[in-house]
């Protein structure tokens, strides 16, 4: 059962939250204001009510998870996210990535594979507000070449490699960001697309991310 209620507790929890994720590094104001503006416990059952804005993953069912906060305002900070851009996520889970991008004034394309997490967003009514935000029931290695390129793409779910499909999708001058392994940690890389097509490749943070699986369910 989901809550729709956020309460002066919560709005206090949800700002000491994002002052943890800035003593931890994240530094882009537009990221902690988006975070700060999102009531996180909406996204979990209420059984989660009293650590919903404790900064960890928490399950949302068919084996996924809701990132970390701290996740979540890492990979946004390294895709250097402009107003107005059009961004493919990869793996929507609970929608909560994809609120933060939308706060930031992106437009998101997003791609969910297990039907039953797709159908609960379809029926989430906290995610009407952001028009901004296309839900995709489908495989997230196809990525959606019908409404390519994108000025962005970030996966949220750990790739044994990355994906030839996707860098195809992007467009020159445009970044990727995906955690990048095979074992239980990955390693956090962002791809650039040069203008000539070339790719520059970044080696970041180790973090640990469900595996992305091809296909449907």
């Not at 939250?17 to 975070?35: D, M, W, Y």
């Not at 909560?96 to 004034?105: D, I, K, N, S, T």
């Not at 967003?121 to 390519?148: C, M, Q, V, W």
């Not at 490749?201 to 640990?208: A, I, L, N, T, W």
Request: with cysteine.
């Amino acid at each position: 059962m989901r809550q729709t209620e956020d309460t002066y507790r919560h709005k206090g929890l949800r700002k000491k939250l994002v002052e943890g994720i800035r003593s931890k590094g994240i530094s882009n104001e537009k990221i902690l204001t988006a975070i700060n503006n999102i009531p996180r416990h909406f996204f979990l059952d209420s059984a989660f009510d009293e650590v919903a804005y404790e900064d960890r993953a928490f399950p949302i069912g068919e084996g996924q998870t809701i990132s970390q906060p701290y996740t979540v305002a890492y990979q946004t900070q390294l895709l250097e996210i402009n107003l107005f851009e059009k961004i493919l996520e990869v793996g929507t889970g609970s929608a909560y990535q994809a609120c933060v991008l939308a706060e930031m004034g992106s437009q998101v394309f997003t791609i969910e594979r297990q039907k039953k997490l797709y159908d609960s967003n379809k029926s989430f009514s906290f995610l009407k507000k952001y028009h901004s935000i296309k839900f995709f029931y489908g495989d997230g290695y196809e990525g959606l070449p019908t409404f390519a390129p994108f000025d962005k793409i970030l996966i949220t779910a750990a790739a044994p490699e990355i994906p030839q499909k996707l860098i195809d999708q992007l467009k020159p001058g445009g970044m990727m960001v995906i955690p990048v392994g095979s074992g239980d940690v990955q390693q956090m890389m962002r791809i650039s697309k040069m203008e000539n097509g070339s790719l520059k490749e970044e080696v970041f943070d180790h973090f640990s991310f469900v595996p992305m699986v091809g296909g449907k369910k």
